[in-house]
């Protein structure tokens, strides 16, 4: 499944054990809980954790539904603001948005409401015996989005609603995205991913085609003359490179690469094991890398980086996962040299370790190893320039790697639109890319319909 690491052993538990492992990391609300926590809401006039939100979610509204027992109205408020608000409920660092804002977080009550949980808990109980919304009169207008993530999935469903058709192109096999491919099993169990695709292709007015991949079989420019508009919805799909001797050798991998094996997996007993793994990086991806590793039944995870834990991507409250998980973390060390055993495979990696002078990261002289049957790097992902190689590509303007976009994701080339973490650094969240294929459906609707007018 993974050629570089065909080498390393399997898991000794079998899968129905490891499945265990890797079931919901947060168990839902029961009824009585989601109405008790509801009820600590104060239903702000001018709420800080709608202005924390990055789709705009009415969160007092929502909430107070639930107080109410009226979960199909707290359901689609939600789902208005955030059409993948189910997997958001579940992945979107709350702690630090949403939560963080709710004025109940303070030095007397320390425990802000618990909004996350009681927005999976309307989603997940809403029972709608139909798509909650309807499409608007048909335009006769068809737009192509490319990529089937949170931004693509998310124009698409808001584009199909103001009566647009839309085909939606995927070079995987399956929709979703990160959610489907790239976020640690324990956080979207099950089929929840796809699940919540099914939903949300459920208005109508959306084709979805997958297998089509931008730069190969698809190409822009044909896009560009055979539909109206086209929102691109690419994502990162190039991981960095250390930038090492070595770093093609067997056993090490980007760690996106495994973590999107074991979710495709029908049997974790197959999947490779590093009895010692290092995992090089900071962030959300290395934390869920490092975690799994350890539930497939790693007798050592260490998760290194070359800073201190207060500039790690990753939050407190994901750091707090790993050290749960018996994750090492090792800070102020910067990867120096892959170590390979005779047979070229690798078999540790030398470190340099790290300080700050004047503000300044520096080495301090003194050298480390640390032994590895795999190493997995989650140092970043980055665009793949691939994907934007013919002619009418091209004339995108770039911002760095990513495309440049206006503040309503237009791109320099008139009807082509983008958003999602292709664009210019953001947050690089789901919910983020929620907003920006919700909003850039806006503005496409907006620029069809003045030509309309105007013609």
């Known amino acids: ?26 168990p839902p609300l029961n009824a009585r809980q989601a109405v008790l926590e509801s009820e600590r809401c104060l239903y702000c006039y001018d709420a800080p954790c709608i202005n924390a ?4 979610i009415n969160i ?46 303070n030095a007397r009550e320390c425990a802000p409401v618990l909004i996350g949980q009681l927005q999976r808990y309307a989603l997940d109980n809403a029972a709608f015996g ?33 009566g647009h058709d839309v085909v939606l192109f995927e070079a995987q096999a399956k929709a979703g995205g990160l959610n489907e491919y790239g976020i640690a099993q324990y956080k979207l169990p099950d089929d929840f991913a796809q699940d919540e695709v099914e939903f949300l292709l459920g208005i109508g007015g959306i084709e979805l085609r997958t297998g089509q991949r931008l730069g190969d079989n698809l190409s822009l420019a044909e896009l560009y003359r055979e539909f109206d508009s086209v ?82 991507g990753a939050t407190g409250h994901e750091q707090d996962i790993a050290k749960a998980n018996g994750v090492r973390l090792l800070t102020w060390a910067r990867p120096e040299q892959v ?25 301090s002289g003194e050298r480390f190893e640390l032994p590895a049957q795999a190493i997995f790097k989650a140092i970043g992902q980055a665009f793949d320039g691939a994907s934007l190689v013919d002619g009418k590509a091209s004339e995108l303007r770039r911002e760095g790697e990513r495309i440049w976009v206006d503040s309503a994701w237009r791109t320099s080339v008139p009807g082509i639109y983008a958003g999602g973490d292709c664009v210019q650094p953001g947050q690089d969240l789901t919910v983020q890319a929620v907003q920006h294929g919700k909003l850039a459906a806006m503005a496409i609707h907006q620029d ?8």
């Open 1 to 26: 499944m993974i050629e570089r690491l065909d080498h390393l052993p399997h898991p000794t538990a079998p899968h129905a054990e490891l499945a265990l492992q890797f079931s919901d990391l947060n």
């Open 53 to 56: 939100c990055p789709s705009e």
């Open 60 to 105: 007092p509204s929502f909430i107070r539904n639930i107080a109410q027992d009226n979960l199909k109205g707290a359901a689609q408020t939600i789902l208005e603001a955030n059409i993948l608000g189910g997997s958001c409920a579940r992945v979107c660092p709350t702690e630090i948005l949403c939560q963080q804002a709710c004025v109940r977080n």
């Open 130 to 162: 139909a798509h909650p919304f309807t499409r608007a009169a048909s335009t006769g207008k068809r737009i192509a989005v490319v990529g089937a993530g949170p931004a693509g999935l998310s124009c698409a469903h808001r584009l199909a609603m103001l």
């Open 231 to 312: 929102f691109l919805g690419l994502g990162l799909g190039a991981s960095r490179n250390l930038g090492l001797t070595g770093e093609d050798a067997p056993g090490l991998l980007a760690a996106t690469e495994w973590i999107k094996a074991l979710r495709q997996s029908d049997d974790y007993a197959s999947l490779p094991l590093a009895r010692q793994c290092l995992v090089i990086g900071a962030g959300n991806t290395a934390i869920d890398m490092a975690v799994q590793m350890q539930r497939l039944g790693a007798d050592e995870v260490t998760l290194v980086y070359r800073r201190g834990f207060a500039e790690m």
């Open 339 to 363: 170590l390979l055993d005779e047979a070229g495979r690798v078999c540790g990696m030398t470190f340099a370790r790290t300080l700050l002078d004047n503000g300044r990261l520096v080495d």
């Open 448 to 455: 069809l319909m003045t030509q309309v007018e105007a013609a």
